[in-house]
């Protein structure tokens, strides 16, 4: 099934142009209300798509598929990412920052929790069935090889492939992120909102026909500088852009990586043990060179992902092994 589903979008990416069928989206993240989801929703409404905005309250990124069930929402204690709504709102429910549409909801939440909010609320009341796609991000950073399954813009996708639903994980550099002066309205967002709408052309050109495979979803991710950046199919591959660690000291031992980061939102990092995250200083060998962390580079790379965990291919082996195991013949 990954196989064929390659093979499909090597054929898309090979032209993406046409003109694409309206479709009904949930737009989803795990950072919150930002720039790039802003730009991205303005993009899709442009082309004719209706779309539902469902974000995290707060920045949720590194947590994955995780859920925090059973577990009632109340009150916000404190405002939401960018004034999306503010202390004392209720944990789930439309934004109320000046300037956005209706369109617009939040969760107090993991990304998780704001992709469902989105379906089974929002979707449900403005459409009354699950939307044609799910779109996931574009986050604030890419998503590149073993780390994104820690990811909650991938973990977003994942959820939904598993309901039947295409899903498309969206990846930006860093630089796409709002200023303090300009929080949602940095031009390199746009320019990410119009690449995507670029594939979302490719994929889906005629009317009822899914967008992508079934059990196959997409992570895609942009480098960030996206001028004269080409579509490549690529995989994910072994080598990795990023490396994770466990640090005793965020201030003392986090790598350059980080505490760029750290500057960028105005913080310090406090003398605290912490996972640390660090650039990869090898080099890709050349077996790697079409993995997405190494194509990332200079391409938008687009990645199928395989719905879930189930590994096809494997009974006979798994068959053969567990033979021994068989509960013994009554006589």
């Known amino acids: 099934m990954i196989r064929s589903a390659l093979a499909l979008c090597a054929a898309l990416l090979a032209s993406v ?4 069928t309206a479709r009904d989206i949930v737009l989803t993240n ?4 930002t720039s790039n989801v802003v730009a991205l929703y303005r993009a899709l409404k442009a082309a004719g798509h209706d779309v539902i905005v469902s974000v995290p309250c707060q920045d949720q990124s590194g947590m994955g ?3 925090r069930i059973g577990r009632p929402l109340g009150p916000l204690t404190e405002d939401c990412r960018n004034g999306a709504a503010k202390a004392g709102a209720p944990g789930a429910g439309p934004m109320t920052r000046e300037g956005l549409a209706t369109d617009f909801f939040y969760v107090d939440g ?4 704001a992709l469902l909010y989105g379906l089974d609320v929002a979707a449900a009341k403005r459409w009354g069935h699950a939307p044609d796609l799910v779109l996931s991000g574009p986050n604030e950073g ?9 990811s ?26 709002g200023s303090p002066a300009a929080p949602l309205a940095n031009p390199a967002s746009s320019q990410v909102a119009a690449r995507t709408v670029e594939l979302l052309n490719a994929l889906g050109t005629s009317e009822g026909a899914p967008l992508l495979p079934a059990g196959i979803a997409l992570n895609v991710n942009f480098p960030s500088q996206l001028e004269g950046a080409n579509w490549r199919r690529t995989k994910v591959g072994n080598w990795n852009a990023y490396r994770l660690r466990f640090v005793e000291s965020m201030a003392d031992d986090a790598p350059p990586l980080m505490q760029t980061m750290a500057e960028h939102r105005g913080v310090a990092l406090p003398d605290l043990p ?6 990869n200083e090898s080099a890709p060998a050349p077996s790697e060179q079409n993995d997405e962390s190494a194509a990332n580079a200079k391409d938008i790379t687009v990645s199928a992902l395989q719905a879930g965990y189930g590994a096809g291919g494997s009974g006979e082996w798994l068959d053969a092994r567990l033979q021994s195991l068989a509960a013994p013949q009554r006589r």
């Open 17 to 20: 142009s046409g003109a694409a």
């Open 30 to 33: 795990d950072d919150g209300l």
């Open 65 to 67: 598929a995780a859920i």
């Open 110 to 113: 993991t990304p998780v929790m």
């Open 142 to 150: 890419q998503n590149l090889g073993a780390i994104i399954i820690s």
């Open 152 to 177: 909650g813009t991938v973990g977003n996708v994942q959820t939904a492939a598993l309901r039947g639903i295409p899903a498309i994980a969206l990846s930006a550099g860093s630089n796409t992120a």
């Open 274 to 279: 912490g996972v640390a995250i660090a650039m």
